[in-house]
């Protein structure tokens, strides 16, 4: 059984270019169904942005490859992919 604060720990990392994404800032669970819909990580900092932050990424569940013991390894094509609003959009948590 794996914790969700154990979760929070590892550093995301997307197999298709082998990016570092952070560590998981959020997660996003379905009450009703009793799963996890996605993963919420930090965007990335804006160049030279005082105290302010790009939009959140948001990896849907069925997007996550393998949990190991220190990484997550994700498979997003792009940040364009992840962000919230297309995601729901599209309904591609289910």
Do not use: C
Request: glycine share 6%; no cysteine; proline share 2%.
């Amino acid at each position: 059984m794996v914790k969700i604060s154990d979760l929070r720990m590892r550093e995301v990392i997307n197999v298709t270019n082998g990016k570092r994404l952070g560590l998981i800032k959020d997660i996003e669970i379905d009450l009703d169904a009793g799963r996890i819909k996605s993963v919420v990580l930090p965007g990335n900092s804006k160049v030279l942005g005082f105290l302010s932050r790009n939009e959140d990424v948001v990896v849907p569940w069925n997007k996550i490859k393998k949990l190991g013991m220190d990484v997550i390894l994700v498979e997003v094509s792009d940040y364009a992919d992840t962000n919230h609003e297309a995601i729901y959009q599209n309904n591609t948590w289910s």
